[in-house]
Structure formats: structure tokens, C-alpha cells
């Protein structure tokens, strides 16, 4: 299993939603909504923390 890669329509949201956290942290003045790097890096980086402990987000393997 290839823990490094999202689903196509994944990445992009994790990437929105980090930065919608972090401009509502930026706005606000709350700490807390800095942690919107965490999807963000995510995103970015192709690589879904959460894949490896919930198994969730695998993508189908080709059959060759």
C-alpha cells in the first residue's frame, strides 16, 4: 500500500481548508485555526497523516 498518495479529489480540499483555517486564525486573532498547516501540508506534500491509522483513503491498486 502507498501511504504517499489522496485520492485526486482530496488533495485540493485538504489545500482550501488549510488555508480557509489559517486565514481564520489570521482574521480572528485564535491560535487554535493555525492548525489549518496541518491539512495544508498535507495537501501540498500528497501525503495523508490519517491513511496510515485508519486505512480510509486507499486508493485502488491496478491489476496488471
Do not use: H, S
Not at 489545500?15 to 501540498?44: D, H, K, R
Amino acid at each position: 500500500m502507498d501511504y504517499n498518495k489522496i485520492r485526486k479529489i482530496c488533495r485540493p480540499i485538504r489545500i482550501v481548508v488549510g488555508l480557509a483555517l489559517i486565514a481564520t486564525g489570521f482574521i480572528t486573532g485564535n491560535a487554535w485555526f493555525y492548525l489549518g498547516v496541518v491539512p495544508l501540508i498535507a495537501g501540498i506534500a500528497n501525503f495523508c497523516p490519517l491513511c496510515i491509522i485508519t486505512k480510509k483513503c486507499d486508493l485502488p491498486q491496478n491489476q496488471e
